[in-house]
């Protein structure tokens, strides 16, 4: 059994404190996680766990494969 995110392209953020009116950037929003054996079943899954899809606007997602359970190491830009 294999681990899949699922993002989607269709979104915007503003930065914090920021003061616009119009969105600071798109970017990719991350719709969830799940296993199973194969990409198919595993948004099948997600689907049926996350009922409450039938109420977000958008339509395109994709996902990637997670190859291994390392521990998450986080990062700071600045």
Do not use: W
Not at 1 to 19: V, W
Request: net charge neutral.
């Amino acid at each position: 059994m294999s681990y899949y995110i699922f993002l989607t392209n269709k979104g915007s953020t503003y930065q914090p404190y920021s003061e616009s009116i119009e969105p600071d950037c798109n970017n990719a929003q991350l719709i969830g996680i799940s296993s199973r054996d194969n990409e198919d079943a595993a948004f099948k899954n997600l689907k049926k766990e996350k009922i409450h899809f039938s109420t977000m606007s958008f339509n395109d997602v994709y996902c990637y494969k997670l190859d291994s359970d390392n521990i998450i190491k986080y990062f700071k830009l600045k």
